[in-house]
């Protein structure tokens, strides 16, 4: 089992920043893929993105030159830097985990975080 508590969110005003946290514990972390899923009120779970053990990544095109995913294998952690944020970036975010490579997909991923807000505000 993998446990992932996510932190950070909060409310912020367009063109500004946040950092989200996740802190897995349980089995290895450092093997694991992990990615960062936003759900927006009414709509499905969309992928964002997602980074390898080793530190291979891609992104949403919906994020791409704003957000960037990075990782501390020792600290047992994954990162997700918004900046330049927009009001459609309003969503519940989630952090997952996989064993394996780069999945977009929801269903790819095994263990799951229980969502932090994050609201911007125009």
């Known amino acids: 089992q993998v446990q992932l508590v996510e932190s950070g969110g909060g409310e912020v005003q367009a063109g500004g920043s946040l950092r989200l946290s996740c802190a897995a514990s349980?089995?290895?972390?450092?093997?694991?893929?992990m990615g960062w899923f936003r759900q927006a009120p009414g709509k499905e779970r969309d992928f964002v993105a997602t980074?390898?053990?080793?530190?291979?990544?891609t992104y949403a095109d919906s994020v791409k030159g704003r957000f960037t995913i990075s990782r501390d294998n020792a600290k047992n952690s994954v990162y997700l830097q918004m900046n330049s944020l927009k009001p459609e970036d309003t969503a519940v975010y989630y952090c997952?985990?996989?064993?394996?490579?780069?999945?977009?997909?929801?269903?790819?991923?095994?263990?799951w975080g229980q969502g932090t807000q994050v609201t911007v505000s125009s």
């Open positions: 349980g089995r290895t972390f450092s093997t694991y893929a």
């Open positions: 980074i390898t053990w080793s530190g291979s990544n």
């Open positions: 997952a985990t996989r064993r394996g490579g780069i999945r977009v997909e929801d269903y790819e991923y095994d263990y």
